[in-house]
């Protein structure tokens, strides 16, 4: 596809975000920003009285017993507010990171905003190194077993230490070209290939562990910006254009997410004993993030803009929801936007689009080194 043909996309992409940005401005003025913690504190509240209605020893459990969740991405933005409104909710998180310093440097401000030591960890994970997501799933299937006597009504009893929650929130924006280890083009290789790799290897493992697991992918309005699934973007670098290649790999979250949807369904009715594991999608809205720090422009105007964009807090906010809230315990296949189901792109719904996206996938995969379960 030429430069020319690209403008449409282009300008569609640009009006998205600005016509978001000026709905911030008016959501901001009407509601004001004070509301934000007190919303998170609520749903945590609602989730720790939920679990002790269900189960009233919940509370003295010892930590080996909670809720094992992991948070890609989880050293900065909304990651890192995510997995403090997790661990105040009585997860074990797992903070899947790059650089182990960063997620020190995460884990020391958590401690002292929290004071949750002892649920909390770091796990390398290198999204663009596919031999990275492959140790970290040993490991987690090694540190976090199935519990033995599992079923779909009931694992985990007596037992601890069972995934229950996936957050797939790394990911990079507007990158100079590059390409991942496996010769993925960098955006789709880290936004989408990482992750799917990741949910694969672990989506039995999700299933084994509870009978509610929840899968979150972090997309983003950007995928409204792209009017066709163009498969060439990514293997052809003469096409790179680094804010549609984001966009493209923003559809591929949600294409994702719609896949594995149905995927989830089958599985389920293929082998009922399953847990029931839902997966959804989350818009976190335009937020004051690192993940500008490719897009010069946006940088420049960071004062201006922040008058308008979200803090990480409220980009968290739905992503929290969506772990958390009893609400949402049977919603999946679906696209989320602050607190409240939101319609995507056409192509954003499209199955066809999704069955392609799948496809390509996995026979790209096939041609890496990597083992990838639970496909068929
Ligand atoms: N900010 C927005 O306006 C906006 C809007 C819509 C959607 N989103 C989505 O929200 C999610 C979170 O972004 P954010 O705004 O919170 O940005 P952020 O603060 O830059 O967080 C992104 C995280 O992803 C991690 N990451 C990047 N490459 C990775 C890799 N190869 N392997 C493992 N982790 C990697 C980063 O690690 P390092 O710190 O080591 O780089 C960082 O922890 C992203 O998926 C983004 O697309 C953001």
């Known amino acids: 596809m030429s430069r020319q043909a690209y ?3 282009l300008i569609r992409f640009n009006l998205t975000g600005g016509l978001e940005l000026l709905g911030n401005l008016g959501e901001a003025l009407h509601e004001g920003r004070i509301s934000t913690q007190s919303r998170i504190t609520r749903l945590v509240r609602l989730k720790l009285e939920g679990d002790r209605a269900a189960d009233p020893s919940a509370s003295s459990s010892p930590p080996l017993c909670r809720p094992v969740a992991i948070v890609t991405g989880a050293n900065s933005g909304c990651g890192f507010e995510l997995t403090k409104a997790l661990l105040q909710a009585g997860y074990h998180v797992v903070l899947a990171c790059r650089s182990a310093t960063a997620a020190e440097a995460a884990l020391d401000r958590l401690r002292q905003q929290t004071d949750l030591d002892d649920q909390m960890e770091f796990m390398e994970l290198d999204l663009a190194s596919l031999a990275s997501v492959q140790n970290f799933c040993t ?10 006597s ?10 601890g230490g069972a995934l ?35 949910t694969m290897n672990l989506l039995d493992l999700l299933e084994e562990s509870s009978p509610n697991g929840r899968i979150i992918n972090i997309s983003s309005n950007a995928h409204m910006g792209v009017s066709r699934l ?24 949600l294409l994702f997410t719609r896949s594995l949807h149905e995927r989830l369904v089958a599985r389920r009715a293929a082998s009922p004993r399953r847990g029931h594991v839902t997966v959804n999608a989350v818009h976190p809205g335009p937020i004051a993030t690192d993940l500008y720090r490719y897009t010069p422009l946006l940088n420049k105007l960071a004062p201006l803009l922040r008058a308008v964009m ?16 009893s609400d949402v315990k049977d ?24 069955q392609q996206l799948w496809d390509y996938t996995v026979k790209k995969l096939k041609s890496t080194n990597i083992p990838v379960r639970n496909l068929d």
């Open 310 to 325: 979200l803090t990480p807090a409220q980009g968290a906010l739905t992503m929290v929801y969506m772990a958390l809230s």
């Open 139 to 148: 490991e987690i299937r090694r540190r976090f077993p199935a519990p033995v």
């Open 164 to 198: 229950q929650l996936l957050v797939n929130n790394a990911g990079i924006m507007n990158t100079p070209y590059a390409r991942t280890e496996d010769g993925f083009e960098s955006q789709f290789g880290v936004n989408h290939v990482g992750h799917f790799v990741l």
């Open 7 to 9: 403008l449409p996309d």
């Open 331 to 354: 919603v999946s296949g679906q696209y989320y936007a602050a607190l409240h189901p939101r319609f995507s792109s056409d192509l954003g719904a499209d199955m066809q689009a999704a």
């Open 230 to 253: 163009n498969l060439t973007a990514w293997e052809d670098p003469q096409q790179y254009n680094s804010m549609l290649n984001y966009g493209l790999s923003k559809l591929a979250n």
């Open 150 to 159: 599992s079923t779909a009504s009931g694992p985990g009893q007596g037992q």
